[in-house]
């Protein structure tokens, strides 16, 4: 049972691109929704999240979407660079039930 | 400041052998997780704490134990491993409450064979 959907698996982007990783989720009691990026070798560090309490938020390059009403949220990197390349993981937890619960990833490669 | 901090960094076990990961957070967090990864399933929870003295079982528990005796350690234990227990382990940490950032370790790389 799968309560956070990611998609896609794998994405080559061109540098400069947009590269766009979507999530879906089941829980209507999720209320916070990060986005962890992990290098090879290394554990997932948290880029970005959100609260449905707003829509969009934005760092840097970086954009959460987030649509209450479908129950999803996509992650959106602008202009992307290779250093951007990493396993991007979406996830999802509640208040008071703070274990986070992952998509499966997404393997991103940004080419020159 | 070493953040949350995974030993050993590879293993290899044997069918049958026990082992222990430990991982240790010098950030005064109350929660304490263990994941695992394997490819194209993401991290799923074995175990977690909540606070010193407790654990709770995750998504996947079977052929794990925990122990949270201290604070800032956090014990996964194999009894007897398997094949099936090859993976990356990964061991996090949190406030909690209203503050979910979660802390990762480097991960551990145990192979079963």
């Known amino acids: 049972q799968q309560q956070v959907k990611q998609s896609p698996q794998s994405l080559i982007v061109q540098k400069g691109g947009i590269s766009i990783i979507n999530c879906a989720y089941e829980n209507t009691a999720f209320d916070y929704f990060p986005w962890y990026q992990q290098f090879p070798g290394k554990g997932p560090a948290l880029l970005i999240a959100?609260?449905?309490?707003?829509s969009e938020k934005k760092e840097g390059r970086f954009t959460i979407s987030f649509n209450k009403s479908a129950k999803q949220f996509s992650l959106h990197i602008m202009d992307s660079q290779p250093g951007d390349s990493a396993t991007y993981f979406c996830a999802a937890s509640s208040f008071g039930n703070e274990k986070l619960t992952f998509g499966t990833g997404t393997r991103l490669t940004i080419i020159p | 400041n070493a953040g949350v901090t995974q030993t050993p960094k590879f293993r290899v076990l044997k069918t049958g052998q026990s082992m222990t990961l430990l991982c240790a957070q010098d950030?005064?967090?109350?929660?304490m997780y263990w994941y695992r990864q394997d490819p194209g399933m993401g991290l799923r929870l074995i175990h977690y704490?909540?606070?010193?003295?407790?654990?709770a079982k995750g998504e996947v528990p079977d052929g794990y134990n925990v122990s949270r005796l201290k604070k800032q350690n956090f014990l996964l234990g194999l009894e007897s491993a398997a094949p099936s227990q090859t993976s990356v382990y990964f061991c996090?940490?949190?406030?909690?409450?209203?503050?979910?950032?979660?802390?990762f370790g480097q991960g551990t790389r145990l192979t079963v064979v």
């Open positions: 996090a940490s949190s406030y909690g409450g209203d503050n979910t950032e979660a802390f």
């Open positions: 959100i609260r449905p309490d707003v």
């Open positions: 704490s909540v606070g010193e003295g407790t654990t």
């Open positions: 950030m005064n967090h109350e929660y």
